[in-house]
C-alpha cells in the first residue's frame, strides 16, 4: 500500500507564497496520475490541480490559474505545488492524491490513495 505524506502548509500573508510537498513511499507513485485537492471546513474535497505521470497534462482549478503551479519530480517521487500570489480565501486543508483515472475528466477526484493534509493558512 503506497502512502503519501504532505509537508510544507503553513501560515502566509495574503500575496505571499508557499511550496507544498507530498512524498511517495514506493516507485509506484511515478505510473500513476497525481494531483492536489484541498477542502474548506464542512465542505467536500475539490481538485486544484492535477498533472498525469508523463507530465504532458495538467489540469487546474479555474480560482487558481496563474498563482499555482503543479509539478513532479519522480526521482524522488514527490508532487509539488508552487502558490503564489495567495488569498485568504486558499485558506484550506491541502490533500495529494494519485491514482490511474485522467485528468482530463473529473474522475480524478476518485483517486485511490491519499495523503493526511497540511495546512494553508493566508492571512489578510
Known amino acids: 500500500q503506497m502512502r503519501l505524506a504532505e509537508s510544507g502548509g503553513g501560515l502566509v500573508q495574503s500575496g505571499g507564497s508557499l511550496r507544498l510537498s507530498c512524498t511517495a513511499s514506493?516507485?509506484?507513485?511515478?505510473?500513476?496520475?497525481t494531483a492536489w485537492f484541498r477542502q474548506y471546513p464542512g465542505k467536500e474535497r475539490e481538485g486544484v490541480a492535477c498533472?498525469?505521470?508523463?507530465?504532458?497534462?495538467?489540469y487546474y482549478d479555474d480560482p487558481v490559474k496563474g498563482r499555482f503551479t503543479i509539478s513532479r519530480d519522480d526521482a524522488n517521487q514527490t508532487l509539488l505545488l508552487q502558490m503564489s500570489g495567495l488569498k485568504p480565501e486558499d485558506t484550506a486543508m491541502y490533500y495529494c492524491?494519485?491514482?490511474?483515472?485522467?485528468?482530463?475528466?473529473?474522475?480524478?477526484?476518485?483517486?485511490?490513495?491519499w495523503g493526511q493534509g497540511t495546512q494553508v493558512t493566508v492571512s489578510s
Open positions: 514506493t516507485s509506484r507513485f511515478n505510473t500513476l496520475n
Open positions: 498533472i498525469e505521470w508523463t507530465g504532458i497534462y495538467q
Open positions: 492524491a494519485a491514482g490511474t483515472q485522467e485528468c482530463s475528466t473529473q474522475a480524478f477526484l476518485q483517486f485511490t490513495y
